[in-house]
């Protein structure tokens, strides 16, 4: 299967009855791990045991996509790492 339609499949599994990742809106993680910005795949992470640790790399995680935005690029996995870790 495509990359492409891989990301497809895994934006319909996201269910928006678990709210917000790391409780930071537009953020959203399906069960298997794959964080979203807006529906759109930024990221893959395990699960968190530490609510303040998901938290912290969940607002980092929405600068970044944020800061794409705001020059124009286009926000995905493929970008989010283009201007370093985040």
Known sequence: MANNQVRENK????????????????????????????GEMVELLDT????????????RLASRCMFLESTG???NVGNIYLFGDY
């Open 73 to 75: 690029t286009a926000v």
């Open 48 to 59: 968190f045991t530490d609510a303040e640790e998901e938290k912290n790399i969940a607002v």
């Open 11 to 38: 934006k319909m599994e996201v269910s928006t009855e678990r709210g917000w990742f790391g409780g930071v809106e537009n953020l959203s993680q399906s069960e298997d791990g794959y964080v979203f910005w807006k």
